[in-house]
């Protein structure tokens, strides 16, 4: 099992930039694909990039690439997310998920993944 704490939202002007950062814990994490999703009000929660276990792979869903980053640090048990040029569009709830299968390639389809964290609000000002 794998627990996740999301950190490093907040408030930001369009073409700024964050760091989105998701901590987890559990023996696994090594193992567990990590993606990250956001949602907003009235909408269906929208998987946006995802990182294979080993780091090797990589996907994303159309409307970020080229903007969003995601990494991760297996001795930090930590997985990023990098968005840059941010836009009033990009304003959500963003969520950190693990895969409920080890050693999964990279993917954004959401029956893969089974444990989420709470969320950190990211907030785009135009």
């Known amino acids: 099992q794998v627990h996740v704490v999301e950190s490093g939202g907040g408030l930001v002007a369009a073409g700024g930039s964050l760091r989105l950062s998701c901590a987890a814990s559990?023996?696994?994490?090594?193992?567990?694909?990590m993606a990250w999703a956001r949602q907003v009000p009235g909408k269906e929660r929208e998987f946006v990039a995802s990182?294979?276990?080993?780091?090797?792979?990589?996907e994303y869903d159309d409307s970020v690439k080229g903007r969003f980053t995601i990494s991760r640090d297996n001795a930090k048990n930590t997985v990023y997310l990098e968005i840059n040029s941010l836009r009033p569009e990009d304003t959500a709830v963003y969520y950190c998920?693990?895969?409920?299968?080890?050693?999964?390639?990279?993917?954004?389809?959401?029956?893969?993944?089974?444990?989420w964290g709470q969320g950190t609000q990211v907030t785009v000002s135009s």
């Open positions: 998920a693990a895969s409920s299968f080890p050693k999964m390639l990279a993917t954004i389809h959401p029956d893969f993944y089974m444990y």
């Open positions: 559990g023996h696994t994490f090594s193992n567990n694909t």
């Open positions: 990182i294979s276990w080993n780091g090797d792979s990589t």
